[in-house]
């Protein structure tokens, strides 16, 4: 563990103990809030000039790595952690624009798969790039190699805190 992760660590363990945050952790938490919406929103104005919403792009991420491009709606609405009902009406407006198909799943009347049709699959080719190199001059070039290591640290100790049953799981397979 790093030198820093093992701060993070002891700062988490204090910070448990506590009854209140500190007025610097609640400054910090709200630039976080504050510093993510604003990456959403400049990486969503980036992605609307390519004729997508952020919206359009997960789902057609989600189906571009899909095995064989297709997943059930409520597979899809559980990856990209939406609500079936909102999936749905956006779905719809994909549809329109041709970008995804839906389709009766074979296996079972109940449900519906989405397909990745050719012209989502060229749409979300085309996007990809500008879409990186966004994510690269409005992020990655904000932050020196110790940055990313620190943001790093910083993220999976809130993963763990957030999951411990996964971290334990996985802590379980590296000893195999």
């Known amino acids: 563990m790093t030198a820093i992760a093992e701060d993070v660590a002891r700062d988490a363990t204090a910070a448990v103990s506590r009854r209140r945050m500190t007025s610097r952790e609640l400054a910090i938490w709200r630039s976080l809030l504050d510093t993510t919406a604003e990456l959403r929103r400049a990486l969503g104005a980036d992605l609307q000039e390519l004729d997508l919403s952020p919206g359009d792009y997960q789902v057609l991420l989600a189906l571009s790595e899909a095995d064989g491009r297709r997943m059930r709606s409520s597979e899809l609405a559980s990856s990209i952690d939406w609500e079936r009902s909102r999936l749905s009406h956006h779905l719809g407006r994909m549809e329109r624009r041709g970008l995804i198909r839906r389709e009766d799943c074979a296996t079972d009347n109940r449900g519906a798969e989405v397909l990745l049709t050719e012209a989502g699959a060229q749409l979300f080719r085309s996007a990809t790039t500008p879409h990186m190199r966004a ?42």
Do not use: E, M
């Open 135 to 176: 994510i690269k001059k409005r992020f990655a070039d904000a932050l020196t190699p110790g940055q990313f290591n620190a943001l790093a640290d910083v993220l999976q100790s809130l993963q763990h805190h957030l999951h411990p049953a996964l971290t334990n799981d996985r802590a379980g397979d590296d000893r195999s």
